[in-house]
């Protein structure tokens, strides 16, 4: 039992002289969180093709995070919804938010940042949503109240190249007791860090 937590400790030890070494040679080990909420496009529905880096955004609306689209009225009430929820839905209106949405964002990645690794924390997404970069599905995330992380290093384009991320957003069926608004409804991070690092 002894030599076993000898073993422990002089394992902990060794590879924190090899972290501290290695920032001591002027790497950098620090984890740089950039907020990444201003200047996301948003579009209230479904739409085919949203995923794909190609697909022409222009004519969505330009908004800044957090976002909960829940609060505003759904566009050309047909007497099916009050304000923006749905009596079709499973949960009838009072739980009835059935719409989903997209949310799309571009960024190039500094070229004195090529070798980082990189990484996206969303703080909150009501409910189901899905990761893209440059049109490659990177995350899926079920449920709306935690908070989760998606390494996006291999799918990023080289330094000083345009990278587009799109999140799908789906909220519908008897999905929670309580209001939950909709949508990307706390920050995001951009998370840059060395191969070498201390993590959160």
Sequence with gaps: ????????????????SLI??????GTDCSVRKI????????????????????????????LNLPHDWSVEPLPGSDGLSVGPF????AGGFATGQTVGGWYRKSFTIDRKDAHKLHSLY????????????????VNFNAY?????????????????????????VTNEGKNSRWYAGSGIYRHVWFIKTDSVHLDE
């Design 35 to 62: 907020k990444f909420d201003q200047d996301w496009k948003f579009h209230l529905g479904q739409m085919e093709d949203a995923a794909k880096e190609s697909y022409d955004d222009s004519e969505w609306r330009v």
């Design 144 to 168: 709306g109240y935690s908070s989760f992380k998606c390494d996006i290093t291999s799918y990023c384009h080289p330094a000083g190249e345009v990278n587009t991320i799109a999140v799908k």
């Design 86 to 89: 749905s009596k079709e839905s």
């Design 122 to 137: 969303f703080e909150g997404v009501y409910a189901q949503s899905e990761v893209w970069v440059n049109g490659q599905k």
């Design 1 to 16: 039992m002894k030599l076993r937590a000898l073993l422990k400790r002089s394992i902990f030890v060794i590879i924190s």
């Design 20 to 25: 501290v070494t290695a920032c001591s040679q």
